[in-house]
């Protein structure tokens, strides 16, 4: 039987984390399946970190990365180095995931060579174009590209129903987060850098702050940082770690409010299997990434996003997250509650996990190759367990 040939292709940190454990499952079925990786290496540093922790090397590696790298720098390059690639390799299927840039030029470029998308975590809508920017639009616009979409959860599934995508091309599957999560989370895990071993067995309350969007650049996170500034000087007993991302109009920022600051710990973005032990460790997380919105409520941390909206309600409706916003009397009042009021936070951490139950990767695999006619057994869809 002829081999299905299929094509990851991802690019950032937290598109290669959820995307991983796909491709090491496509390699479980080596008589059915030809894995190929292409990644396009929109991030450098962070998506390297990542391929080397699930020992995965790239057939093709792009290189696209520049300092300072706009939205249309990142589209262009994407879409010419992978257009070149799809020529070269001709896959049955292109596997794309989740929201960014590398995504969209992904999918077009697929659907430019009129191969087959498959779009990994599919569905999930803040429903405001500009918000997250330009993550809705990079995800609605694969949508539209896509042949097969892999929904995390039923909302993100009546998401795409609502703008009419045909019904049968859409699973349920969970989200690959929580297949990396459950491989890497080590109970006994111990902390390289000495400081963090400190920090980590000290009696301060930890509180893990990452940020990065877009629409947070500039006074958004400024405001957030000041208000941290505030919680320290406010509670004694209380402890900053914060991976600072890579991008350098974070760091400015960051320097500038939170440099040389007793109880505030800037570090270099951590190894994924480092931070999603530290994310277990620590009492509180504020952050606007995605991810780890999904992440920490698995693990029982209470998280207070600094968004104004979210594409991932679920965790809201539970109560683990809460979103806040970027305003410094909203950061403030919101961690100061948390510090201060035992009974909310523990309300808070009551963990859940409407995300997955690990078994995504081996769902989305097993679609591809019952819909390709291979011998294989659709799976039943994810259902959380409430
Ligand atoms: C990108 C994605 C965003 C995702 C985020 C995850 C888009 C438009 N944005 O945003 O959806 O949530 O990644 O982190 O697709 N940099 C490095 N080394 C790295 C990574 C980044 O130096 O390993 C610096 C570079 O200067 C780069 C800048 O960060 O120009 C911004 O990277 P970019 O991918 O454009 O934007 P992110 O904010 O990281
Ligand atoms: N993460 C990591 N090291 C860090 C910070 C985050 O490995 O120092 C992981 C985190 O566990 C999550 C992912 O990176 O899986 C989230 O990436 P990011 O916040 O950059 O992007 P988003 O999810 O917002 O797109």
Redesign the pocket.
């Known amino acids: 039987m002829k081999k299905l040939k299929i094509m990851a292709v991802f690019g950032?940190?937290?598109e290669a984390i959820k995307m991983c454990p796909v491709v090491l499952e496509m390699q479980k079925y080596p008589d059915f399946i030809e894995p190929v990786v292409a990644v396009t290496a929109?991030?450098?540093?962070?998506?390297d970190q990542v391929l080397q922790l699930f020992g995965i090397v790239p057939d093709y590696d792009l290189n696209i990365?520049?300092?300072?790298?706009t939205?249309y720098d990142?589209t262009r390059r994407a879409l010419e180095g992978l257009g070149e690639v799809l020529a070269e390799s001709r896959p049955d299927i292109v596997l794309v995931h989740g929201?960014?840039?590398?995504t969209f030029a992904g999918a077009l470029a697929a659907f430019y060579a009129q191969i087959k998308v498959a779009h990994v975590e599919a569905g999930l809508r803040t429903g405001d174009k500009y918000s997250?920017f330009?993550?809705e639009m990079?995800r609605k616009l694969t949508a539209s590209l896509a042949d097969f979409h892999f929904a995390p959860t039923l909302t993100s599934r009546n998401n795409l129903l609502k703008e009419n995508i045909e019904p049968g091309s859409i699973f349920v599957t969970g989200n690959t987060v929580i297949d990396a999560l459950i491989k890497t989370i080590t109970p006994s895990w111990q902390f390289e850098d000495a400081a963090l071993r400190e920090v980590i067995s000290s009696n301060d309350r930890l509180i893990l702050v990452t940020t990065?969007?877009?629409e947070n650049l500039g006074a958004p996170m400024r405001h957030v940082y000041q208000a941290l500034r505030e919680v320290l000087a406010a509670y004694g007993n209380v402890s900053i770690i914060f991976p600072v991302?890579?991008?350098?109009k974070v760091r400015e920022i960051v320097e500038q409010e939170l440099g040389r600051l007793d109880r505030v710990h800037l570090i270099e973005p951590l190894d994924y299997q480092p931070f999603a032990n530290l994310m277990a460790k620590v009492d509180i997380v504020l952050t606007d990434?995605?991810g780890i919105q999904e992440e920490a409520p698995a693990l029982g941390k209470p998280v207070l996003v600094l968004r104004d909206t979210t594409e991932r309600p679920e965790a809201v409706a539970a109560g683990t997250v809460k979103l806040i916003g970027t305003g410094y009397e909203d950061v403030l009042r919101e961690t100061g509650r948390l510090l201060e009021d035992d009974a909310y936070y523990r309300r808070m951490a009551d963990a859940c996990n409407p995300y997955g139950d690990g078994r995504a990767a081996e769902r989305i695999i097993k679609i591809l190759l019952a819909a390709s006619g291979y011998p294989i057994i659709a799976p039943k869809e994810f259902a959380p367990v409430i």
Not at 42 to 47: G, P, S, T
Not at 65 to 69: E, F, I, K, N, P
Not at 245 to 248: A, V
Request: no cysteine; glycine share 6%.
């Open positions: 950032t940190r937290p929109q991030h450098r540093e962070m998506l990365m520049t300092s300072g790298q939205l990142v929201d960014t840039t590398t997250p330009p993550e990079n990065h969007r877009r991302h890579k991008n350098p990434s995605g």
